[in-house]
């Protein structure tokens, strides 16, 4: 079975940026179709973007503009550049591998999780 690890979570003031990775270890994360979600205090894990494995996105309307979901290959790595970043993307974010929806945001659709990483955003 594979694994999840995310990292590069921080503390960030508000229009600072930060790169999450998730390291996938196990199996080729190439051949699935991953994705990022995030979850606040008291709040649903919501999907923040989605990559199939020709490198086609899906985002969510709050983040489209300033976020951006990649994968190296080569590294066995998925990506997510966060730009911009407000108080409200304020959350642990997640990774999640084998949705049974190809770049689905919806977290029941996902069978693999990582642990989670914090970020934190300061106005």
């Known amino acids: 079975q594979g694994q999840l690890v995310e990292s590069g979570g921080g503390s960030v003031q508000a229009g600072g940026s930060l790169r999450l990775s998730c390291a996938a270890s196990g199996y080729a994360a190439s051949a699935y179709c991953m994705g990022w979600f995030r979850q606040s205090p008291g709040q649903e894990r919501e999907g923040v973007a989605a990559?199939?494995?020709?490198?086609?996105?899906n985002y969510a309307q709050s983040v489209k503009g300033r976020f951006t979901i990649s994968r190296s290959d080569y590294k066995n790595t998925l990506y997510l550049q966060m730009n911009s970043l407000k108080p409200e993307d304020t959350a642990i974010y997640y990774c999640?591998?084998?949705?049974?929806?190809?770049?689905?945001?919806?977290?029941?659709?996902?069978?693999?999780w990582g642990q989670g990483t914090q970020v934190t955003v300061s106005s």
């Open positions: 990559i199939d494995s020709f490198g086609d996105t």
């Open positions: 999640a591998a084998e949705p049974t929806i190809c770049r689905s945001l919806i977290q029941y659709e996902y069978n693999y």
